[in-house]
């Protein structure tokens, strides 16, 4: 029998405020242990926990842009547990009033998973487990999280890949978090069962918990989906279980089983009160939104006409695509300035991190200018990219690099002159390009190229070239 | 129900206060006092989640949560002082196997 996934993600994302989410401490990150702490984070018996706005604005911001409706009148609960990762036993969570509720994530392909709930709460401590103790660090204890429930409408491995990539640059367009996964600020529990392809019924499911990383999700899966569907077609029966998956050799293994689930004791947090938002706030927020990536990539690629994988280089990187817009805006090509982004700025950018922050050392605008000498055939793509490698190395302007000499010869009327020249000084090879030898057309380009220093427009001369003989 | 004088202990040495017999017993009727003004909560609200959310139910404004501004935080000293520490850690018995 073939089984079909059925698959659901629970997403904590870290918030990128400045300090965790009831009390002043900063959330950076690292930081010798126990240093970001305070009497309230630590559990301190009478410390009492008061709510960070900008937690709350920034789960908003997460909401709307993941077409969530906004509960405004929300409320904190207490889920109770007894580890030491929580110096407090329980962790101010939300239970039956999350912020946000019933939004999508959408994909490329137009599928929708949807989103079930969005809710706040406070990350836990950091365990080291070394010898005969477990040592406690407590500067994450605290940070504020969202956890973004999807409702299982994932079905293969590669949809997770796309569910969570999509995510990620969801928040960091919106500016609410880094998602970085190797660095924890972004951990998926990803829950999987399997059904008879074609049955409407749920299987039982396995959850995989804290994976961090992509890879070790798409993983993961299909190792979860081969252990179950073998259990499935040997007529036996999942057990609801909890997972834990191994990086090394690849496999899930069952951390606990449903017999020992644990009862939260879910309760109202009674320290902090009922939070009541007006609606001209969550407006506010929802205005403030940018285009989401994938307006973005689909305006490019339909719109702006422009290649579509080039598009998708560089749609992922949100400082990128505003640097993009403020050359366009300023009169250059679209093509032609995401073609020098690709080719020429984003080879100077060595990491994932260089390119998020496109911190290249001229403006778009600046860009532009040279971008239009290009776009006019004042100049060609290889001095194009040569003088724009010259102008992110120096911060300076298009001036300081091509003067009104460079320029000469290369608008279209003195690139014709120069096209008869070289056809005039070149008989042999015409007769050779006409009698069929494509390559004889190189003895021309030679020419120009030495007439205009390398300057000329080889397609374009090609074309006049091509219109003369 | 009533808690014991051996319960007030274990819950002293875990919060590492010092009783002598005499404060314990003294605690164990003042905690019963409390358990008791609990059960009388309890027996108002029936136990329900929704009924505790409406006793205490009182609202914030929004506009009067947090700003989200860096406080100095505990010096590391102060934050492990009821510890013997492991390198700035707070060390528990090994929770894993
Ligand atoms: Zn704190």
């Given at each position: 029998?073939?089984?079909?996934?059925?698959?659901?993600?629970?997403?904590?994302?870290?918030?990128?405020?400045?300090?965790?989410?009831?009390?002043?401490?900063?959330?950076?990150?690292?930081?010798?242990?126990?240093?970001?702490?305070?009497?309230?984070?630590?559990?301190?018996?009478?410390?009492?926990?008061?709510?960070?706005?900008?937690?709350?604005?920034?789960?908003?911001?997460?909401?709307?842009?993941?077409?969530?409706?906004?509960?405004?009148?929300?409320?904190?609960?207490?889920?109770?547990?007894?580890?030491?990762?929580?110096?407090?036993?329980?962790?101010?969570?939300?239970?039956?009033?999350?912020?946000?509720?019933?939004?999508?994530?959408?994909?490329?392909?137009?599928?929708?998973?949807?989103?079930?709930?969005?809710?706040?709460?406070?990350?836990?401590?950091?365990?080291?487990?070394?010898?005969?103790?477990?040592?406690?660090?407590?500067?994450?204890?605290?940070?504020?999280?969202?956890?973004?429930?999807?409702?299982?409408?994932?079905?293969?491995?590669?949809?997770?890949?796309?569910?969570?990539?999509?995510?990620?640059?969801?928040?960091?367009?919106?500016?609410?978090?880094?998602?970085?996964?190797?660095?924890?600020?972004?951990?998926?529990?990803?829950?999987?069962?399997?059904?008879?392809?074609?049955?409407?019924?749920?299987?039982?499911?396995?959850?995989?918990?804290?994976?961090?990383?992509?890879?070790?999700?798409?993983?993961?899966?299909?190792?979860?989906?081969?252990?179950?569907?073998?259990?499935?077609?040997?007529?036996?029966?999942?057990?609801?279980?909890?997972?834990?998956?191994?990086?090394?050799?690849?496999?899930?293994?069952?951390?606990?089983?449903?017999?020992?689930?644990?009862?939260?004791?879910?309760?109202?947090?009674?320290?902090?009160?009922?939070v009541n938002i007006p609606q001209s706030e969550?407006?506010?927020?929802?205005?403030?939104?940018?285009?989401?990536?994938?307006?973005?990539?689909?305006?490019?690629?339909?719109?702006?006409?422009?290649?579509?994988?080039?598009?998708?280089?560089?749609?992922?990187?949100?400082?990128?695509?505003?640097?993009?817009?403020?050359?366009?805006?300023?009169?250059?090509?679209?093509?032609?300035?995401?073609?020098?982004?690709?080719?020429?700025?984003?080879?100077?950018?060595?990491?994932?991190?260089?390119?998020?922050?496109?911190?290249?050392?001229?403006?778009?605008?600046?860009?532009?200018?040279?971008?239009?000498?290009?776009?006019?055939?004042?100049?060609?793509?290889?001095?194009?990219?040569?003088?724009?490698?010259?102008?992110?190395?120096?911060?300076?302007?298009?001036?300081?690099?091509?003067?009104?000499?460079?320029?000469?010869?290369?608008?279209?009327?003195?690139?014709?002159?120069?096209?008869?020249?070289?056809?005039?000084?070149?008989?042999?090879?015409?007769?050779?390009?006409?009698?069929?030898?494509?390559?004889?057309?190189?003895?021309?380009?030679?020419?120009?190229?030495?007439?205009?220093?390398?300057?000329?427009?080889?397609?374009?001369?090609?074309?006049?070239?091509k219109s003369l003989i | 129900m009533a808690i014991?004088?051996?319960?007030?202990?274990?819950?002293?040495?875990?919060?590492?206060?010092?009783?002598?017999?005499?404060?314990?017993?003294?605690?164990?009727?003042?905690?019963?006092?409390?358990?008791?003004?609990?059960?009388?909560?309890?027996?108002?609200?029936?136990?329900?989640?929704?009924?505790?959310?409406?006793?205490?139910?009182?609202?914030?404004?929004?506009?009067?949560?947090?700003?989200?501004?860096?406080?100095?935080?505990?010096?590391?000293?102060?934050?492990?002082?009821?510890?013997?520490?492991?390198?700035?850690?707070?060390?528990?018995?090994?929770?894993?196997?």
């Amino acid at each position: 029998m073939k089984y079909e996934l059925v698959s659901g993600f629970e997403t904590h994302v870290e918030l990128a405020t400045a300090t965790k989410i009831f009390c002043g401490c900063t959330t950076a990150f690292g930081g010798e242990p126990n240093t970001h702490c305070c009497p309230v984070c630590t559990g301190q018996p009478g410390a009492l926990p008061v709510l960070n706005k900008k937690a709350v604005e920034f789960a908003i911001r997460a909401g709307l842009a993941t077409h969530c409706e906004i509960n405004t009148v929300t409320h904190l609960d207490r889920k109770n547990y007894c580890y030491p990762d929580l110096p407090k036993a329980y962790q101010i969570s939300q239970f039956d009033k999350p912020l946000c509720e019933h939004g999508y994530v959408e994909l490329e392909s137009g599928k929708k998973i949807r989103i079930l709930r969005i809710h706040i709460e406070e990350d836990a401590g950091k365990l080291v487990h070394e010898r005969g103790f477990t040592l406690i660090d407590y500067n994450r204890g605290g940070v504020p999280l969202i956890e973004i429930v999807s409702e299982p409408d994932i079905s293969s491995p590669e949809e997770a890949r796309e569910y969570v990539e999509k995510l990620q640059l969801i928040m960091r367009y919106i500016g609410v978090s880094d998602c970085k996964m190797q660095e924890g600020s972004m951990r998926c529990d990803v829950n999987i069962s399997l059904r008879p392809e074609g049955s409407e019924k749920l299987g039982t499911r396995t959850e995989i918990k804290n994976m961090n990383s992509i890879a070790h999700i798409e993983k993961a899966m299909r190792y979860e989906y081969g252990r179950q569907a073998e259990i499935l077609s040997g007529g036996g029966k999942v057990e609801q279980a909890t997972m834990r998956f191994d990086e090394t050799t690849g496999e899930t293994s069952v951390m606990r089983t449903k017999e020992d689930a644990q009862d939260y004791r879910y309760f109202p947090e009674p320290d902090i009160l009922t939070v009541n938002i007006p609606q001209s706030e969550v407006d506010r927020i929802k205005n403030s939104l940018p285009e989401l990536p994938l307006e973005k990539l689909r305006r490019y690629i339909d719109v702006l006409h422009l290649n579509a994988q080039n598009a998708r280089l560089i749609y992922k990187y949100k400082a990128a695509c505003d640097w993009f817009e403020e050359a366009v805006a300023a009169g250059a090509s679209p093509k032609n300035t995401l073609n020098l982004i690709v080719g020429t700025v984003f080879s100077r950018l060595d990491t994932e991190e260089d390119k998020e922050k496109f911190d290249v050392g001229i403006s778009g605008a600046q860009a532009a200018e040279l971008i239009k000498l290009l776009d006019g055939g004042k100049i060609n793509a290889t001095l194009a990219q040569m003088t724009l490698a010259k102008m992110l190395e120096t911060g300076d302007g298009v001036e300081k690099f091509i003067s009104a000499e460079d320029m000469r010869g290369m608008d279209d009327g003195e690139l014709t002159r120069l096209c008869k020249e070289a056809i005039a000084a070149n008989p042999q090879a015409v007769a050779d390009y006409k009698a069929g030898k494509e390559k004889a057309i190189f003895a021309l380009y030679g020419y120009l190229k030495r007439a205009t220093q390398g300057k000329a427009d080889v397609q374009k001369a090609t074309e006049i070239i091509k219109s003369l003989i | 129900m009533a808690i014991t004088e051996k319960e007030i202990k274990t819950l002293a040495r875990l919060a590492r206060l010092d009783f002598d017999d005499e404060r314990c017993r003294e605690f164990s009727g003042e905690f019963g006092e409390i358990i008791a003004f609990a059960d009388r909560i309890n027996a108002q609200v029936g136990g329900a989640t929704s009924d505790i959310r409406e006793v205490g139910g009182r609202e914030i404004a929004y506009g009067d949560l947090r700003d989200d501004e860096v406080k100095e935080s505990l010096l590391n000293e102060k934050v492990l002082s009821n510890v013997q520490s492991e390198g700035g850690f707070f060390p528990v018995r090994r929770v894993v196997k």
